[in-house]
């Protein structure tokens, strides 16, 4: 079983999920702790390393694993640091991989959260065998990694394929987490379903809605798919303009690196059809003649729970021998 396994580690805002996968994308076992729980990232690091060391020993030891693969907020392939991540506790510049690779003697390679995403899709997913795609992930956020030529693009300094901080609206609605404004995440997110059904109900007054029937802080990305299954037009109208814009901005993106695929994975996708048809229509109808009708349009093979995990253990096989 000589390094035949590979260690992954996602870090999310809340909570952070790890385990020991093989090279088939099975996760042999798994645990979680709090994030948020530790100011100081030293104390984050000692609990990890107590639960992840017991997970180790039971797969018999650091001779059979190949390496950690973490994925991160701001994470930076190049440098092995977290820079400065707006939703961690832990300020400032964080050498986490080196850190890592100190506490547990294995070799660590860190990414963010959406590359980890995208990588794990080319090893373990829809995108085995593809050699130019984009993974566009949409939860609380978009984020999104870019693989061309059989290459994720890090840019020079580790942070390209920000797609989610395009800004799709010029002078459109604010982002509290970076001051823009119009950017796709602001719109295309499970967050902007939520304020797009907000202005939808402030805007027209007139229109009748379910929705209307919840408090302000009840409306969510769940309640709003759950009253356009049932026909809701205001709740099916915020889906054809969140699909408006994402189609728009899929559209920039194809004739930017003229993928193969685009790989769609996160909360919202959960919605289907009622997002991937207009989603696809308004691509398509943006797209210059000589790329439509070419990019499939597709949902992650991953199951949500082990997409993280199994994401960060993928960078594990990049690793040389």
């Known amino acids: 079983m000589s390094q035949q396994l590979a260690v992954g580690i996602d870090i ?26 530790h100011e100081e990232v030293t104390l984050y690091l000692a609990e990890l ?22 994925g991160a907020p701001n994470g930076n392939y190049y440098t092995g640091n977290i820079e400065y991540a707006p939703n961690l506790r832990w300020k400032g510049v964080i050498p986490l991989a080196n850190m890592l690779q100190d506490l547990f003697g294995l070799p660590t390679l ?17 995108a085995r065998g593809m050699k130019d795609f984009i993974m566009i992930t949409l ?4 984020g999104s990694g870019i693989v061309a030529n ?19 609206i010029p002078d459109g609605r604010l982002h509290p987490g970076t001051g823009m404004r119009g950017s796709l995440e602001s719109y295309a997110s499970a967050t902007g379903v939520t304020n797009t059904a907000m202005e939808f109900l402030t ?5 009748a809605s379910v929705l209307r029937k919840y408090k302000q802080e009840e409306i969510s990305s769940k309640v709003i798919y759950e009253a356009a299954i049932q026909g809701d037009k205001l709740a099916l109208e915020i889906y054809e303009y969140t699909g408006k814009v994402l189609g728009e901005a899929l559209a920039n993106f194809v004739m930017f ?7 769609l994975f996160g909360g919202l996708t959960k919605a289907g059809d009622l997002i991937m048809r207009p989603v696809r229509q308004h691509m398509e109808k ?22 993280a995990i199994l994401g960060a253990s993928a960078l594990a096989w990049e690793m040389k021998d």
């Open 12 to 37: 999310g805002g809340t909570n952070t999920v790890f385990g020991i996968v093989d090279r088939r994308g099975n996760i042999l076992c798994e645990g979680s702790m709090s994030t948020k729980a």
């Open 150 to 168: 059989g290459q994720l693009i890090y840019g020079h300094d580790g942070f390209a394929g920000e797609l989610g901080h395009i800004i799709v």
């Open 110 to 126: 860190l990414t963010n959260d959406a590359n980890a995403a995208a990588i794990g899709e080319m090893t373990y997913g829809a």
């Open 49 to 70: 390393h107590q639960h992840l060391s017991k997970l180790i020993d039971q797969v018999g030891g650091s001779a059979n694993i190949k390496g950690i693969g973490v």
């Open 286 to 307: 943006n797209l210059l003649p000589i790329f439509q009708n070419k990019v499939k349009l597709i949902f992650s093979e991953l199951k949500e729970n082990d997409a």
């Open 203 to 207: 805007n027209r007054p007139d229109d």
């Open 139 to 142: 939860g609380t956020g978009v």
């Open 257 to 263: 690196s003229s993928p193969e695929a685009i790989i």
